[in-house]
């Protein structure tokens, strides 16, 4: 058992594959005609006693989002961690013995989601840039609220139709069949339940498998393969392919819940896009069909399965290239004059590095939190190398990371990726480094400066260095109450140039890069150095509880609202006590309440 | 009845019947889609560049009819005869959304953004949350209602776009519906003129069908929130279907240059121009009647020029102060820019005859932008440069000016007046008036 709390929980956990589930001790009616314990239309804010008046989830809203207030329209900051911490008074207390959970609107698969299914499905490669656009929630990519366009309905055609045509010469082969001895109509009946389960991520119902059975006849005439690519371009083009789709109870004896349990392929689909940004496989699919993931002893297996799928390493790169916000390294760009070092293929380079050392730490290595952000070694490639001021020999064949010195080198946050995509064409910017730290990192709020104020930095100087020319600003009072957040964190990473590069002086000066996290809840401090902030940030519990936050964000792939406030506060409860382990955070997401149920928006007619 | 052929780079249209491709020879007869309507419908096109201007700069000096053109639009002096500058018209600054992003979809909508909690605002300004606009854009609206027979109801180009959110998006079909530009031209042009031959037309036709069925299914067995994702879908699947049995007539294409990276900075020049000619086409062609043109976007429109030799992001040299003259120099330059290509877009539409005129004066091109002043983000005197004559609906060679004292709504107002929809007298929800621009198009 990985967590001491949910080894105690699990056991009074029974979730039966029938009508009748239990979880967490508390009843949930999924069929007709049951009684018990039926949660509340009206969704109760958590603490509020039995006979106090109810306040609705949307009087919650308006209380969390008026102007002004502190994380408005998101969640509050949490209560408390440690028990010495006074909870705070107004925060609604999580009683575990309920369920919470914010609604899951339909979602579309996002490029990177497509991209990987169809190359599990057909074994071909497409090019995520020619898929729609994704909305974003937050920092992460996921499509929840715009629905599609004839563009966008094109650029699926256009993609379906490309797979198909690619997949073409292996067809045949993608579901096994004895042609000779069943013959072409047996062979395609086979690749159609097969190839579609595959697809819709569920069986084809009947009158679905005769639609593609009369497709297959039309198309298929003379050449049996012609016939499987137009089943297979139009499964692609399928809402059941391209939509998450997960369906409202059917029935009169649902009404009145607000949460239910998801049906196991949709917790089967939920797992594999979660863990694997794919789309499940057979294995998984199987177990959903043996209702092996609706017990959490069954589930448990298939988790750890996934945790060790390679692919998991697709999941860990979207990740940190969102939450890091890393995107632009594809198109760093630098002043070459100043950088002479600094070369297109440098921005991959630091690209490569950094998923490595990611993938290294979670799926290698102790895959701490701690790990992640203070390790002193790291797997720098081809030009990041000269950089780090390392021969080229220097990163083994083995796989095991270089060691850095551990004065100037911790983890995610000192490495070029971070530092060169925040930074200027010409010089750092503790700004820019400073705000994914507090929005990203902290899950803090910062306001946007005033329109009139000059965001343009100073230009470098031969006789001052960047935080001498970037004091200025804290001088103004109406800069200074957020700069002080911004620049105390932002000046810790001045050690590094705007390439990343390790420096001890900068304009003739030796570099200052002391600094404090200031302003938040309960992880200010001062420090001296991107190491020594490094491990603040690794002991904090804003930090702490914020990676547990942003990986349920990524894991549900929509934005997180008050009702997960409390699935939040539980994870990173877990989380701390786990020793900060990132592979059980995944795990505890997997076989929270939050990722195996959903909000009844409404009970649809049979 | 005559004949003409279309010259310049456009090779000529050949009528495509349903799903064959049966050229009919080199000349076009007389006729658009339909074969029933006017021989030269209007077209309106919305042209969208970023971060607002300078004002001092951009100003004309001189009267209605005799001005001289500021240094922003000096690029403009050869098409003179064929534009309005529309000075001193306001933007409504309601509602919540940092002013870069409300100001790109309330631009064409004349409307605000929903307040319905679907983007948190990390940086807690401006309101704690925001979503999608509220309300259609211009374009559409005309669109619908002019309900033209064309292969396309509207087209929509952008070049350097990418993201997904209000500030990205300045078209929408309606509330929480927006619509993405087309941002890479060679893409595109498969789309706009290569039909796919009759197996291809048949397969889509059996996808299209197959997938209607199931979002259908699927519809009523959802939350009716999401209701509403699905018949879209069903309705883009409609339109395609249409598109498919229809005896459309398919143009052969402009050519392009050749192809490069559309994500790679350096080709942008060669990939705004590419759009040009792909937008030029599409209306010689009659193709569609409605088109848009975004270059890049509101709220972080941090691109650098390379190109011009500015290596700064544009947002953030557009927030230095007055006094800040090298700043001021290189936004000069971004600006002159735009008003190049602003330009060549005229001179490629100007190129094409259309009766005793060209197809630039069918046309109604307005050229827009989200803010008034970048480094104030006032909304207030918004730059407008309204091209082509709409058919002689819009006197032009003229510059106007409001004063400051009318809001842009009006002139959306204006925009479906010239393209035919008289009726109309307020457009958007900031409640900015009642009736057209005074003057701007002939009553």
Redesign the interface.
């Known amino acids: 058992m990985w967590f001491g709390q949910r080894a105690r929980s699990a056991d009074k956990r029974v979730l039966a594959g029938s009508m009748l589930l239990k979880v967490a001790g508390l009843s949930l009616i999924v069929g007709a005609g049951c009684s018990g314990e039926i949660l509340a239309n009206d969704p109760v804010v958590p603490g509020a006693s039995a006979d106090s008046p109810r306040a609705s989830a949307a009087d919650a ?1 308006r209380e969390g ?5 502190p994380n ?3 969640m509050p900051p949490a209560p408390g961690l440690d028990e010495d911490d006074a909870p705070d008074p107004g925060a609604p207390v999580c009683d575990d013995s309920r369920i919470e959970v914010g ?1 899951t ?2 979602q ?1 698969l996002s490029r990177v989601q497509y991209t990987h299914a169809v190359r599990d499905l057909l074994q071909v490669a497409l090019d995520p ?2 898929l ?7 920092v992460f990519d996921g499509n929840t ?10 650029q699926y ?1 256009d993609a ?2 490309h797979a198909a045509r690619l997949a073409l010469p292996e067809l045949e082969t993608i579901v096994p069949c004895d042609r000779a001895a069943l013959g072409e109509l047996a062979c395609a009946q086979q690749f159609i339940a097969s190839f579609g389960r595959r697809a819709y991520r569920r069986p084809l119902q009947p009158e ?1 498998s005769a ?1 593609y059975e009369a ?1 297959f006849a ?2 298929g005439g003379e050449q049996s393969s012609e016939g499987l690519r ?1 089943v297979a ?2 499964m692609l ?4 392919f391209l ?1 998450r ?4 109870p ?1 029935g009169a004896g649902t009404a009145g819940e607000t949460v239910v349990p998801l049906d196991p392929y949709e917790l089967a689909t939920r797992l594999s896009f979660f863990l694997l940004s794919t789309t499940p496989d057979d294995e998984l699919l199987a177990a959903a069909e043996s209702g092996a993931l609706i017990s959490p002893d069954t589930l448990e297996p298939q988790i750890e399965r996934l945790l060790e799928d390679p692919r998991l390493s697709d999941t860990l790169a979207s990740f940190h290239l969102q939450w890091l916000e890393l995107a632009g390294l594809e ?1 760093l ?1 630098k ?1 070459q004059a100043l950088f002479p070092a600094f070369s297109p293929e440098l921005g991959a380079a630091m690209r490569e590095e950094t998923l490595r050392f990611v993938d290294h730490v979670v799926r290698a290595g102790d895959a701490t939190f701690d790990s992640l952000l203070t390790a002193p070694y790291s797997f720098p490639q081809g030009p990041l190398l000269e950089l780090y001021g390392l021969a080229a020999d220097a990163l083994p064949d083995d796989g095991q990371p270089v060691a850095l010195d551990p004065q100037q080198r911790a983890g995610l946050l000192t490495q070029p990726a971070f530092l060169a995509a925040h930074a200027h ?2 010089q750092t910017s503790p700004v820019q480094r400073g705000k994914v730290v507090i ?1 990203n990192v902290l899950c803090q ?4 400066p005033p ?6 930095p100073p230009d470098p100087a031969p006789d001052a260095t960047t935080r001498e020319r970037l004091i200025a600003h804290q001088d103004d009072p109406s800069c200074a109450g957020c700069h002080r957040r911004i620049d105390g964190i932002g000046f810790g990473f001045e050690s590094f140039d705007a390439l990343g590069a390790f420096r001890t002086r900068e304009a003739g000066k030796p570099i200052d890069a002391t600094g404090e996290i200031y302003g938040t809840e309960r992880s200010d401090t001062t420090f001296d150095g991107a190491v020594e902030l490094a491990r603040e940030l690794a002991d904090s519990a804003d930090a702490q509880r914020c990676f547990a936050q942003q990986w349920l964000r990524f894991a549900l792939d929509r ?1 997180d ?1 008050d009702a997960d406030r409390c699935s939040v506060d539980r994870l990173h409860r877990e989380f701390a006590q786990s020793g900060r382990d990132i592979r059980g955070l995944l795990r505890a997401i997997a076989l929270s309440d939050a990722f195996r149920s959903r909000r009844v ?2 009970v ?2 049979p | 009845m005559s004949a003409r052929t279309l010259s310049l780079s456009l090779s000529r249209r050949a009528f495509l019947t349903g799903l064959g491709a049966a050229a009919l020879g080199p000349y076009l007869p007389l006729l658009n889609a339909s074969g029933q309507e006017p021989l030269f419908p209007r077209r309106l096109l919305l042209f969208f560049t970023p971060h607002g201007t300078i004002t001092q700069a951009w100003k004309p000096t001189g009267s209605e009819t005799d001005f001289k053109l500021g240094r922003l639009l000096a690029p403009l002096a050869p098409h003179q005869s064929k534009i309005c500058v529309v000075s001193g018209v306001n933007m409504q600054d309601v509602g919540v959304g940092a002013p870069h992003t409300k100001g790109v979809p309330l631009l064409w909508t004349g409307s605000k953004l929903l307040d319905d909690g679907t983007f948190v605002r990390e940086d807690g300004s401006g309101g704690p949350t925001y979503g999608w606009n509220s309300s259609a854009s211009v374009d559409q609206v005309i669109a619908e209602r002019l309900g033209s027979p064309t292969t396309f109801r509207s087209l929509e180009f952008g070049v350097r776009c990418a993201g997904s959110g209000p500030s990205n998006r300045m078209i929408y079909s309606a509330a929480k519906q927006p619509l993405q530009p087309a941002t890479d031209p060679w893409a595109q042009y498969a789309r706009l003129f290569t039909g796919g031959g009759e197996q291809v037309g048949a397969e889509r036709l059996a996808a299209l069908q197959l997938a209607r069925e199931e979002l259908k299914s699927i519809s009523p067995k959802i939350a009716s929130e999401d209701r509403s994702k699905v018949d879209a879908h069903v309705a883009s699947l409609d339109r395609l279907e249409q598109r498919l049995r229809s005896k459309a007539m398919l143009c052969a294409g402009p050519s392009l240059s050749a192809k490069v990276n559309a994500g790679d900075i350096a080709n942008t020049p060669a990939v705004v121009d590419a759009q040009i000619e792909l937008i030029t086409a599409a209306f010689a062609c009659d193709l569609t009647r409605v088109a848009s043109f975004q270059y890049a976007y509101g709220e972080t429109d941090n691109h650098p020029y390379p190109f011009l030799g500015i290596n700064e992001g544009h947002h953030t040299i557009s927030h230095a102060p007055d006094s800040d003259a090298a700043a001021w120099e290189k936004i000069a330059k971004i600006r002159v820019w735009y008003a190049e290509k602003f330009a060549r877009l005229l001179e490629r539409l100007d190129s094409i005859p259309e009766g005793n005129g060209t197809l630039l004066d069918n046309c109604l091109v307005v050229w827009g932008t989200e803010v008034g002043v970048g480094n104030t983000h006032s909304f207030r005197s918004t730059p407008f440069v309204v091209a082509g004559g709409a058919g002689g609906a819009v006197p032009t060679g003229r510059y106007l000016e409001f004063g400051g004292n009318l809001d842009h709504n009006r002139l959306l107002v204006s925009m479906c007046h010239a393209m035919g929809l008289q009726d109309v007298e307020t457009f958007g929800n900031v409640d900015g008036g009642t009736g057209p621009l005074p003057g701007l198009v002939r009553t």
């Open positions: 809203d989002g008026g102007a002004g207030a408005a329209g998101a609604a609107p339909l579309r840039d020619q729609p656009e994704d909305e974003k929630h937050g609220v715009v629905p599609v366009t004839d563009l966008v309905v094109e055609i379906a139709e679905e639609r497709l039309s198309f137009v371009q139009t083009q399928s809402p059941n939509y789709v997960e369906l409202e059917v198109h760009s002043d064409y010409n929005r709020q910062l306001p946007d329109p009139n104020v000059n965001a343009i934005p609202v928006a409404e649809s007619t």
